[in-house]
């Protein structure tokens, strides 16, 4: 089985699945959730711990990122049960041993039937297929795990499509900033130039470099270009598709410091509202990428 083409995956998925098994039936379960790295815990029945490598195995060639449980239980099947005889040769050697005990202790006490019945090699049973079971086990878990990547497929799609709007909500947060910047500039130049002519302080070249000043200090040009270049770089991400969480993880970061930065300069209400949504909504998007693979 070969994985999906590129698409976006969930860390989270459930898959159940039976399958014929030589004596029985096999129960597979499959639970998923969000972790750093691929994480396995196998609980497998003694019957079948022979073949935990296999599941091991498989579950890591086809499973990349998440904390996965995969449990493993055999129901039998009493119309297939193997039969169990009892070993003509071990009932003749301890009937023969019991009888000479008997004669030095007459007295004993009558062995019980049960406890003869429990002793090793007393009964014998139809050789298990190994094969059998392993190549039953490995279509089934194969089965198991197609469904689980389909579940954690369809859990993808829609953290994409969050991720989407949201990033469609942080577009609309920078269009809000960019026409402010010189309307702000403007302010700030009347209010300088009053204060200036209150204290009889007529001087174009001091105004002309307190406002050059104030721009600098305001200037919000870069770190508006580098939101835009990182939601362009997310697009790209989500259409490409594959195992892409820690790619948006690392934009997050990026993005985050962009939306500090615009907030420590701000100079008013409107560009601080600004930069306080946009926090929240990169902080929305980063916990949503969290589940993503």
């Given at each position: 089985?070969?994985?999906?083409?590129?698409?976006?995956l969930?860390?989270?998925?459930?898959a159940a699945r039976?399958t014929?098994f030589?004596g029985?039936?096999?129960?597979?379960e499959?639970?998923?959730?969000?972790h750093?790295?691929?994480e396995?815990?196998?609980k497998?029945?003694d019957?079948?711990?022979q073949?935990?490598?296999?599941v091991?195995?498989?579950?890591q060639?086809h499973?990349?990122r998440?904390?996965?449980?995969?449990r493993?239980?055999?129901k039998?099947d009493?119309a297939t049960?193997?039969a169990?005889?009892l070993?003509?040769?071990?009932v003749t050697?301890?009937?023969q041993?019991l009888?000479?005990?008997?004669?030095?202790?007459p007295?004993?006490?009558?062995v019980?039937?049960?406890d003869?019945?429990k002793?090793?090699g007393?009964?014998q049973?139809?050789?298990?297929d190994?094969?059998?079971?392993a190549?039953?086990?490995h279509e089934?878990?194969?089965?198991a795990?197609?469904e689980l990547?389909?579940a954690?497929q369809?859990?993808?799609?829609?953290?994409k499509?969050?991720?989407?709007d949201r990033?469609?909500g942080v577009r609309?947060?920078i269009?809000?900033?960019k026409?402010?910047l010189?309307q702000?500039?403007?302010q700030y130049?009347?209010?300088?130039?009053?204060?200036?002519?209150?204290a009889l302080l007529?001087?174009?070249?001091r105004?002309r470099?307190?406002?050059?000043?104030?721009a600098?200090?305001?200037?919000?040009?870069?770190e508006?270009?580098r939101?835009q270049?990182?939601?362009t770089e997310?697009d790209?991400?989500?259409?490409?598709?594959?195992a892409v969480?820690?790619?948006?993880?690392?934009?997050m970061q990026?993005?985050n410091r962009e939306a500090?930065?615009l907030g420590?300069?701000?100079?008013?209400?409107?560009?601080?509202q600004v930069?306080?949504?946009?926090k929240?909504?990169?902080e929305?998007?980063?916990?949503?990428?969290?589940?993503i693979?």
């Amino acid at each position: 089985m070969t994985r999906p083409a590129p698409t976006i995956l969930s860390m989270t998925g459930f898959a159940a699945r039976e399958t014929r098994f030589p004596g029985g039936t096999l129960l597979i379960e499959l639970r998923a959730v969000n972790h750093r790295y691929l994480e396995l815990h196998v609980k497998i029945e003694d019957a079948l711990r022979q073949f935990e490598p296999l599941v091991r195995e498989l579950l890591q060639t086809h499973l990349g990122r998440g904390k996965v449980e995969c449990r493993l239980s055999l129901k039998s099947d009493a119309a297939t049960q193997s039969a169990v005889v009892l070993n003509p040769q071990m009932v003749t050697q301890i009937a023969q041993t019991l009888t000479r005990l008997r004669e030095h202790f007459p007295d004993a006490q009558a062995v019980n039937l049960v406890d003869i019945f429990k002793l090793p090699g007393i009964c014998q049973s139809d050789p298990v297929d190994t094969e059998a079971m392993a190549q039953s086990l490995h279509e089934g878990l194969l089965q198991a795990i197609k469904e689980l990547i389909a579940a954690r497929q369809r859990e993808g799609e829609k953290l994409k499509q969050v991720l989407l709007d949201r990033l469609q909500g942080v577009r609309e947060q920078i269009g809000i900033v960019k026409p402010l910047l010189p309307q702000l500039i403007a302010q700030y130049q009347e209010k300088l130039t009053a204060k200036l002519r209150e204290a009889l302080l007529e001087e174009d070249d001091r105004i002309r470099q307190e406002m050059v000043l104030f721009a600098q200090r305001i200037d919000v040009d870069e770190e508006l270009a580098r939101l835009q270049s990182h939601i362009t770089e997310m697009d790209r991400i989500l259409a490409a598709g594959g195992a892409v969480g820690k790619k948006l993880d690392f934009l997050m970061q990026e993005m985050n410091r962009e939306a500090n930065t615009l907030g420590s300069k701000s100079v008013s209400i409107e560009t601080t509202q600004v930069s306080m949504q946009l926090k929240v909504l990169i902080e929305q998007m980063r916990e949503q990428i969290q589940n993503i693979e």
